[in-house]
């Protein structure tokens, strides 16, 4: 099957279009010159997209302005790239045939309602968002738009909102990595996995590592989760112990990616022991614990 991934150039991008290289054949979309970017240009141009979508089944959809663009671009840049293109591209890949459409959106977008007073807030797609930033309203904006095409012309949408993912201090990404963090290689998986499911109508996942937690310990990770995390994951504070590393008074958030992983039959494999591998071997998707100044 021929696949066109948008945003092809960025880290998620490349990595889901290298994943699907080993059974599809991929073509990638981005404004900035990659080998992974097979068209180059801007995502709004139709007649650039009209060439990229020439013999395309399935669209994966990445390309977009992210949080860090908040401030430093016009507020208009992200209707028109997030909202806008996002129904453009979809209606051009209905006009060329395509028979599924997969979207790369972001747990981001719950915003306030990922962090309830008192608790660790716990994250399923049926939360309702409650936004903090015009790049979260944009993201909300254009699940809305494609859930309407896929209505409209009964084209399969999956929407897949992975939770945080990039280069980050090791102790945090390793304690993120059981609530509110995912490794791009579980990311790209996850498209592939959409992909092969191809599940009717619009449907909606959250892609995040796998946790050990339960409902159950909402208030707990808030208010003593160093205690949460050593009864439920002791390995991670013994690798803590020898590296000489803090555990975190309090967890904020649990992104649950249970229905994913059920339903599209994928599993996210790479928990906080990669996180530690990667920073022994110094991969750049890692960054070293500096000495916090007390």
């Not at 998986?189 to 449907?203: D, E, Q, S, V, Y």
Request: hydrophobic letters at 40%.
């Amino acid at each position: 099957m021929k696949v066109l991934v948008t945003g092809s150039a960025g880290r998620v991008g490349r990595a889901i279009y290298i994943k699907l290289m080993h059974e599809h054949q991929v073509v990638g979309l981005d404004k900035t010159p990659c080998s992974t970017a097979d068209f180059v240009g801007d995502i709004r141009d139709s007649e650039l997209l009209s060439r990229a979508l020439d013999g395309v089944e399935a669209i994966v959809h990445t390309a977009a302005l992210h949080a860090p663009h908040v401030g430093l671009v016009d507020d208009d840049a992200f209707q028109s790239i997030n909202v806008d293109a996002t129904e453009q591209l979809a209606l051009a890949g209905v006009k060329a045939g395509i028979k599924h459409f997969v979207f790369t959106s972001t747990t981001a977008l719950y915003g306030h309602a990922s962090t309830p007073s008192g608790r660790a807030g716990w994250i399923t797609e049926h939360t309702q968002p409650q936004p903090k930033s015009v790049y979260h309203r944009s993201k909300i904006l254009a699940e809305q738009v494609l859930q309407t095409i896929s209505t409209e012309h009964s084209l399969p949408v999956t929407v897949l909102q992975m939770s945080r993912c990039f280069p980050e201090p090791a102790d945090l990404m390793a304690v993120y990595r059981l609530t509110r963090s995912i490794d791009a290689r579980d990311v790209a998986n996850a498209h592939l996995c959409a992909i092969k499911k191809r599940l009717p109508g619009f449907t909606r996942f959250i892609i995040s590592g796998a946790t050990p937690f339960c409902r159950d310990d909402q208030t707990r990770l808030f208010l003593q989760a160093s205690k949460v995390i050593a009864e439920k994951c002791p390995q991670l504070v013994s690798a803590f112990e020898q590296r000489g590393w803090t555990l975190p008074d309090s967890l904020d958030r649990v992104y649950d990616s249970s229905a994913a992983q059920q339903q599209l039959n994928w599993q996210p494999d790479y928990g906080y022991e990669h996180v530690l591998q990667m920073l022994d071997t110094q991969s750049a998707e890692v960054l070293p614990v500096l000495k916090r100044q007390g």
